[in-house]
């Protein structure tokens, strides 16, 4: 069964630090390309930082500086370090995982909700 969950939201205060986790199983995760997205209340759902199954990253301006993506392809999980936190960066957090060779295989996760609240 393919599942991808998401871990490690919660409250945060401004300047904090939080580390969200998508562990993935029932498919072969090293070839997936994975993205984190976010969706604040009332905003449209945004890719934040993105990691390709050869480890290339990409964030959104935003979070460049702030948020760190990395993968281990062996305990199939991707985790997001997110730093300096700022009210803006409250939302869901929703993990997605797309074949690298085909959108047919395209996986999401139910999500995880950070606040970042002082």
């Known amino acids: 069964q393919v599942q991808l969950v998401e871990s490690g939201g919660g409250l945060a205060q401004p300047g904090g630090y939080l580390t969200l986790t998508c562990a993935a199983s029932?498919?072969?995760?090293?070839?997936?390309?994975v993205k984190w997205y976010r969706q604040a209340p009332g905003k449209e759902r945004e890719m934040v930082a993105a990691i390709t199954s050869t480890g290339d990253v990409n964030y959104v301006d935003s979070v460049k500086g702030r948020f760190t993506i990395s993968r281990d392809n062996t305990a199939k999980r991707v985790t997001l370090h997110m730093n300096n936190l700022k009210s803006e960066d409250t939302g869901a957090y929703y993990c997605n995982a797309r074949h690298s060779h085909t959108t047919v295989f395209d996986y999401w996760g139910r999500g995880t909700q950070v606040t970042v609240s002082s």
């Open positions: 029932g498919f072969t995760f090293s070839v997936y390309d």
